[in-house]
Every structure is written in structure tokens, then in C-alpha cells.
T-cell receptor, first 116, second 114 residues
Framework: DAGVIQSPRHEVTEMGQEVTLRCKPI?????LFWYRQTMMRGLELLIYFNNNVPIDDSGMPEDRFSAKMPNASFSTLKIQPSEPRDSAVYFC??????????????FGPGTRLTVL | QKEVEQDPGPLSVPEGAIVSLNCTYSNSAFQYFMWYRQYSRKGPELLMYTYSSGNKEDGRFTAQVDKSSKYISLFIRDSQPSDSATYLCAMTLGSNFGNEKLTFGTGTRLTIIP
């Protein structure tokens, strides 16, 4: 299995530009998570989907951030307009969730975003 | 105050030493406690998890949970250079942590010196 695939691996952009991060979960997984990791705040959950439906977006910092999951094999996280404080590593994770299960979340390699 | 506190380190120890990594938390409702290992430029991977209070051992790794003190630990015996990584603690309110929010500590960067 290829694992969770994220693209791009690195993104450098200028303040005000739109940024789109992409994620392909592990085939057959039905939950998908977007996290952001910074030195100061650590790893924080932004939003997660179950069966393509957003379940909890309380971690999305503000309206500049949006996430979609149009089908079971693809998700995007968009930042518009981007700001320097958005610079971080963004991780996507997926899992196979079932009632009473304890399956783990499998993380992708991350996208390192730098906003100048 | 963050819900989960973890000393960021860095922590450097000689090969073969016993390593102790710790987290404290404030939410007494947390039920499952996990340790993730993250190598440089990689995503976190689950090392082990523990339910409620007690110990769990997996090879050279032992996880301890003390719910009365809201304190969890990870011990690494006979540490190896390949153990050099950032270790993150994480917690959940329920058991279905494939489908619920993980609350992470900030991570402790560990280096094992050959």
C-alpha cells in the first residue's frame, strides 16, 4: 500500500496568494483528518471527515481556511488569502473507523508551507 | 494553558541508556493515551497506546498512565541511535480513535548518541 499521499511536499508562496494542499487517503479508509504542526503549538487538528462528510471543523482557524472531500479518495485544504502566520507543516491522516474500533490514524508525509 | 503539556527537550542520552519521556494533562475525561514517534521530515506513526491507568510493555518500550496525577510516561530501555526522533503524546476522550479528535503534546525531540 502506498500510504497517505500528500502534494505538494513543499510550497513557497507570497502573502495574499491562494494555496491548495491535496491529500489521497489510504484506499478503503473512511475517515480523513487535516492537522497543522508548528514549533509553538505542536500538532493541531483542523478538520476531519467521516464518509466524506465534515464532522468537526472547530479547529479551522478562520474563514480563510476551507476543506473539501468530494469523494472517498481525495481531499483538499485551501487557504485564501495566505498569511505568513500560516507557515507550518500540514499533515493529512486517514483511518478505517468502525464502531468500537481502535484503529489508528495513518499520517502522510506532510506539506511544508512557507508564506513569505 | 494547553490541555496537554510536554517538555520539548531536546533530550540527548548515550546509547544503551534508559529514556523517560513524560506528559501531563488537564482534562480528566481523557481515556486513551498514545505515544507517536515522528522521524525528521516524516509524519507521526503510532508507537503504542494504553487505556486508563496502568502499564503496557512492548519490547523495549513501556507506557505508563497515572490518571490520579494526570501524568503519562514512555520509557525506552537499551536506547538505540534508531530511536532518535520526536516523541509525541496524544489522548482521546473515547476508544474509537480512528474516528475522533487526537489531542497532542508538542513533542520531545530525542537524540541517542552512539
Amino acid at each position: 500500500d502506498a500510504g497517505v499521499i500528500q502534494s505538494p511536499r513543499h510550497e513557497v508562496t507570497e502573502m495574499g496568494q491562494e494555496v491548495t494542499l491535496r491529500c489521497k487517503p489510504i484506499s478503503g479508509h473512511n475517515s480523513l483528518f487535516w492537522y497543522r504542526q508548528t514549533m509553538m503549538r505542536g500538532l493541531e487538528l483542523l478538520i476531519y471527515f467521516n464518509n466524506n462528510v465534515p464532522i468537526d471543523d472547530s479547529g479551522m482557524p478562520e474563514d480563510r481556511f476551507s476543506a473539501k472531500m468530494p469523494n472517498a479518495s481525495f481531499s483538499t485544504l485551501k487557504i485564501q488569502p495566505s498569511e505568513p502566520r500560516d507557515s507550518a507543516v500540514y499533515f493529512c491522516a486517514s483511518s478505517l473507523s468502525n464502531s468500537g474500533g481502535t484503529d489508528t490514524q495513518y499520517f502522510g508525509p506532510g506539506t511544508r508551507l512557507t508564506v513569505l | 494553558q494547553k490541555e496537554v503539556e510536554q517538555d520539548p527537550g531536546p533530550l540527548s542520552v548515550p546509547e544503551g541508556a534508559i529514556v523517560s519521556l513524560n506528559c501531563t494533562y488537564s482534562n480528566s475525561a481523557f481515556q486513551y493515551f498514545m505515544w507517536y514517534r515522528q522521524y525528521s521530515r516524516k509524519g507521526p506513526e503510532l508507537l503504542m497506546y494504553t487505556y486508563s491507568s496502568g502499564n503496557k510493555e512492548d519490547g523495549r518500550f513501556t507506557a505508563q498512565v497515572d490518571k490520579s496525577s494526570k501524568y503519562i510516561s514512555l520509557f525506552i530501555r537499551d536506547s538505540q541511535p534508531s530511536d532518535s526522533a520526536t516523541y509525541l503524546c496524544a489522548m482521546t476522550l473515547g476508544s474509537n480513535f480512528g474516528n475522533e479528535k487526537l489531542t497532542f503534546g508538542t513533542g520531545t525531540r530525542l537524540t541517542i548518541i552512539p
